[in-house]
Structure formats: structure tokens, C-alpha cells
């Protein structure tokens, strides 16, 4: 901001270096679940599993981005008092639509995940982003930020998610019709515990995985990976 | 006896923060220190009892088949749920600054919070999807409540303690607070034998 003072008119649309860095910054600097800490409330019990772990990080992608460019939208029109009702509202209509299109496209999946899809009106994440960002910029950076966030959000689920599935279940993407099965006790996994002369015969699942406790320590590890990586995010205090 | 059991069940064996990670950023942030913990806890357990009837009322009578208007009017289920939550807890902020400034004051900005803190949207949504009785909303909320009150406050001992420890630095503060709750969580386990319809 400081090198320019005259106002530019900006294209609606611009995808320079600024916007790249709404979608990268998430990513590392600023990555919602392991620096920001929003967002875990809703979705870690579903990350026994990497399929529901998917449907709920493309569902966070969706609300996060068009509540933030509907919120961008109605900015200056919304009264400072009222504006938690607004924003609820909007996203609660989003999570709406996100609740009834995968209770028509996949019935099985959204029983599983059950309250978990509608916990998203309050993933703080999705609140926290419209009260940092999308209140005070234009729409088009605005979805920008919100894919951003909504995918730095998805990457560290679905990192949680793998690793419970693997070392939990022993398969991979289970319930889908990619499923692999990777370890286990007999010959429909592709590696066979069971097996005479195993390589494997000691091999056990890690059932501390499909406990709650496991994303915790997940989560915590990779908050000591990124932090040691990454120095400057270090808590000080 | 019943509602005893779904008290008892709500608080300890299926604790809302534990073991369904509800509540987290709150939990999180507001861990730092065991005084205003407590307040928090306290304000979660009041808000929880008042809105799990009221929208035990609301899914029933108005968003039910069966209900008054006579048609299924499920979907507008979130966006009605969260209305009645954030008006609930501006009103109770409204008579608290009312009646007791001084506890107003030392609650402060934390109760606004509470609209977005996932354990009472979740209980609601939960009431629903187990089906509760009128009476079993009300000692789920309490349950509930008391459950999240009893770890935020248990997380804030712990987290004073501990800052007097050694800890690596890439995992000071939030590190450490995961790795806590994650072993408390593993503690609460050790409940899940229990059933209280035996006593």
C-alpha cells in the first residue's frame, strides 16, 4: 500500500501478485488450522476416515469462498449492529445448499457425517474470515481469500485423515470405489499379515488412530513440524 | 432415571469437547488462564440449558411434519437454530449487563463468542438427530454444558501450570494445549465402560 499513493482504478478480475498471495499465504504463514487456530471445532471427528474428510474440506471450500464474496457484496449495506444475524444467515443458506445437494447426490455419506455437515455454519474459520477480510475488501479478492483459507483448511484435514486411515484401518479411500487395501489380516489386502513367511506378521492396526485422541497428537505434531520449519510463527509468549 | 443417565452420559462419557471436538477454538483460545475459563465454562452451561428447549419447541412444533404449520419444513432447520442461539445470547448478554455489571464486565467479550462456539449449535443438532424428549433436551444441555465447563477448566489448570516447564519452542502454547487435550481426551476413554442405567 505504501508505494502508491494515487488511486488506481483495479480491474474487477486482476490475478497479479497480490491475489496470488491471498491463495498461497493460507497455505504456510497464516494457515488457519495450525497458526490461526479456527476452524477444528466442526470437522475433526470425521477424519477417521479420507473420503467424508473430502466431501467436508470441498464443502468448507464452497461456504468459505461465496459467503465471503456474498458478505463482500452487501459490505456497505449491512448495519454495524446486525452484523453477526447477516453473516449467519448467509452462511447458514450456504451450508443449507451444501446439505441438501449431498443428501441427493450421496445418501450414505451424509448420514455418516451427520451433524458434522451442519457444524459448519459455525467452523470459525469460515465467521473469522468474513469479519477479517471480506467486511473491509471487494468481492473478487474477497473469493479469493475465501478458496484460500478454505484450502489451507482442507490440506491439513485431509493430511489428519490419511494418516488415520492408513496406520488405523489399513486401506485407503474406503468407500469409494478407488478403495485400496493396503495392510491386513487376510489375502483381500495387498499386503497380507496372515500370509505364510510374511514379512509382516507383526504388523497390528494402531487402533490409538480411530480414537478422537489420535487427531489431537496429529494436529500437534504438525504444528511442531511447521513451527521448527518455520521459526518466525514460534509462540513468544 | 433416565434424565439422570443423559445427564451423566452428556458430561462424561460422550463429553462434547473430548470427544466430538466441539467448542474447539474457544477452548483453545480462552484456556490461558483459569479465572476467566471459569467464567466461560459457567456461560456455556446457561446458554446451552436455555437454548436446547427452545429449540426442541421450535424443531417440533413449527420445522415437523406433525407440527403446527403441518409441513416438513426441516430445511430451514440451521438457519432458525443459529437465529435463536445468537438472539438468546445477545439477550442474556443484554439482562447480565443489567442486573450484574460485574460479572458483565468480567465475562465481557467472551459472551458474544459463544454464538459461534460449535458445542451449542452441535447440541441442538444432536438433540435432533437422537431424538430427545423435551425433558432429556434440557439434561442433555445441562450435561453437555457441565462436560465442556469441567475440560476448559481442567485445560486451564493444566495450561498454568506448565508454563513454567521446558517445553520445545516450536510447540509452546498451542502445541502443547493439542497435545493436552489429546491425553485428557484418552483419560475421559476410561469413562466409556461405565452405563449409567446400572446404578
Known amino acids: 500500500m505504501a508505494e502508491t499513493t494515487i488511486e488506481k482504478k483495479e480491474p474487477i478480475f486482476a490475478f497479479g501478485k497480490k491475489e496470488r498471495k491471498l491463495l498461497t499465504d493460507p497455505l504456510n504463514d497464516n494457515n488457519p488450522i495450525t497458526v490461526q487456530v479456527l476452524g477444528i471445532c466442526s470437522a475433526l471427528a470425521v477424519t477417521t476416515l479420507l473420503f467424508p474428510s473430502i466431501i467436508i474440506s470441498i464443502a468448507v471450500i464452497f461456504v468459505c469462498a461465496f459467503s465471503n464474496l456474498f458478505t463482500s457484496l452487501l459490505r456497505k449495506s449491512i448495519p454495524k449492529q446486525v452484523r453477526m444475524i447477516v453473516q449467519l444467515v448467509i452462511i447458514a443458506t450456504l451450508v443449507t445448499v451444501v446439505e441438501l445437494t449431498l443428501k441427493a447426490l450421496d445418501y450414505p455419506t451424509y448420514k455418516q457425517l451427520s451433524v458434522f455437515i451442519g457444524l459448519i455454519i459455525t467452523n470459525c474459520i469460515v465467521m473469522g474470515r468474513l469479519e477479517a477480510f471480506a467486511m473491509a475488501n471487494s468481492p473478487w479478492k474477497s473469493f479469493l481469500d475465501g478458496v484460500g483459507n478454505g484450502v489451507g483448511y482442507g490440506v491439513i484435514l485431509i493430511a489428519v485423515a490419511f494418516f488415520r486411515e492408513v496406520f488405523g484401518k489399513g486401506t485407503f479411500l474406503a468407500g469409494t470405489p478407488f478403495e485400496v487395501k493396503i495392510i491386513g489380516p487376510n489375502s483381500e489386502y495387498l499386503i497380507n499379515t496372515m500370509a505364510d513367511g510374511s514379512w509382516f506378521s507383526w504388523y497390528q492396526n494402531n487402533n490409538l488412530m480411530v480414537l478422537p485422541a489420535a487427531a489431537m497428537f496429529l494436529i500437534a505434531i504438525m504444528i511442531w513440524i511447521h513451527r521448527a520449519w518455520n521459526p518466525k510463527l514460534v509462540d513468544i509468549s | ?199
Do not use: H
Open chain 2, 1 to 199: 432415571m433416565e434424565l439422570v443417565n443423559v445427564f451423566i452420559k452428556a458430561a462424561f462419557i460422550e463429553n462434547l469437547v473430548l470427544s466430538y471436538f466441539l467448542g474447539m477454538c474457544s477452548f483453545l483460545a480462552v484456556s490461558k488462564t483459569l479465572k476467566t475459563a471459569f467464567g466461560l465454562g459457567l456461560a456455556v452451561i446457561f446458554v446451552l440449558v436455555v437454548t436446547m428447549p427452545i429449540n426442541w419447541l421450535i424443531s417440533t412444533y413449527l420445522l415437523d411434519e406433525g407440527g403446527v404449520l403441518g409441513m416438513d419444513l426441516t430445511f430451514l432447520r440451521f438457519i432458525l437454530f443459529i437465529a435463536v442461539i445468537a438472539s438468546m445470547v445477545q439477550l442474556v448478554e443484554m439482562v447480565i449487563e443489567k442486573y450484574s455489571p460485574s460479572l458483565y464486565n468480567s465475562l465481557g467479550i467472551f459472551l458474544p463468542l459463544i454464538t459461534v462456539n460449535c458445542a451449542i449449535l452441535g447440541g441442538s443438532l444432536f438433540m435432533v438427530a437422537r431424538e430427545y424428549t423435551f425433558a432429556e433436551s434440557i439434561a442433555f444441555g445441562a450435561g453437555g454444558g457441565f462436560g465442556w465447563f469441567l475440560a476448559i477448566v481442567a485445560l486451564a489448570a493444566i495450561r498454568e501450570k506448565i508454563k513454567y516447564s521446558n517445553v520445545p519452542a516450536p510447540l509452546r502454547g498451542l502445541g502443547m494445549a493439542f497435545l493436552l487435550t489429546g491425553l485428557m481426551g484418552m483419560a475421559f476413554l476410561s469413562l466409556l465402560g461405565i452405563d449409567p442405567a446400572s446404578f
